[in-house]
């Protein structure tokens, strides 16, 4: 049976490169329906019942951009076997917004590190073995550019789809924003489990084009109310802030700078 992965990730974070790398001449390019954003789809070099959707670079999965809204749609209306999730290393803290919100998907996520030739020579060190453990996911470091790496994370990728298992969310925000959560997710009524946080957390920050994607959508507004009594905030920047916290545990945890002076002949 035909497996599908789709490759997601930030403009600019080498997901064009990679995706040549995996696919050659296999590809197939037309737009989205009903809009100009181009949609690329390739099969897997080698592996013949493996087909690759090329999404759009976004650095978010809010409804702002025809480019994101494209991208949601397609993780949640067809909801691929697994996302591989190209994360630029050298700019790794911003990626990491857009990758925590692709695992609340329930979708299997596999994390590539990419410009790993580039993080390597600043000095710079990403243990992606805690990386791994903090996100729930397995990580694998990549140059998209110099091909290394590429094969492994496609294999784990065309294993972790066909193993067909749901994801589990390793995440958590503060006990306060999850426990407002865990109360959404409780009204969501017809939607298998592993799918539920990423719809609350979407409906908690008001996002009105998700309920177009619901067929039931439970009235929230007691919770939204909760949640910006609690944080005397709106509840999208109150999610927007849970989240930058959440990545800044990991980088603190998993990247080590490097605060090497460089040498200077002055
Ligand atoms: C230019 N390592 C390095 N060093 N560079 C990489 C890697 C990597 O692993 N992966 C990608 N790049 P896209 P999106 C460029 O085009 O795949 C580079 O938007 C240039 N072009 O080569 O397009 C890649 O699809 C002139 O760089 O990303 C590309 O996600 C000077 O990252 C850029 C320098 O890759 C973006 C770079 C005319």
């Given at each position: ?254 990247v080590t700078k490097n605060t090497k002076e460089k040498l200077t002949t002055s």
């Amino acid at each position: 049976m035909a497996v599908k992965i789709a490759l997601a990730g930030n403009p600019n974070c080498g997901k064009t490169t990679l995706f040549n790398a995996l696919t050659g001449s296999n590809q197939f390019v037309g737009n989205w329906p009903g809009v100009t954003v181009e949609k690329k789809e390739g099969k897997l070099k080698g592996h013949k019942d493996v087909v690759i959707m090329d999404l759009p670079g976004i650095y978010s999965l809010s409804p702002y951009t025809l480019e994101e809204v494209v991208a949601r749609n397609y993780l949640i209306a067809e909801r691929p076997d697994a996302i591989l999730n190209i994360v630029d290393g050298t700019n790794i803290e911003r990626n990491l917004y857009l990758s925590t919100q692709l695992m609340e998907l329930g979708i299997p996520v596999i994390m590539a590190v990419n410009m790993m030739d580039v993080v390597e020579k600043s000095g710079e060190k990403i243990h992606t073995d805690k990386l791994s453990k903090k996100l729930g996911c397995e990580v694998v470091e990549i140059s998209a550019l110099k091909g290394t790496g590429i094969k492994e994370a496609a294999e784990k990728a065309v294993k972790l789809a066909e193993s067909r298992k749901a994801a589990v969310v390793a995440h958590e925000f503060s006990k306060e924003a999850e426990d407002i959560i865990a109360e959404v997710e409780g009204k969501i009524k017809g939607m298998p489990e592993e799918q539920k946080r990423f719809f609350a957390i979407k409906l908690l920050e008001k996002d009105d084009k998700i309920n177009e994607m619901m067929t039931n959508v439970p009235d929230v507004s007691a919770e939204i109310k909760e949640m910006e009594d609690k944080f005397d905030d709106d509840t999208e920047s109150v999610i927007t802030n849970e989240r930058y916290v959440y990545i800044s545990s990991i980088i603190g945890d998993c990247v080590t700078k490097n605060t090497k002076e460089k040498l200077t002949t002055s």
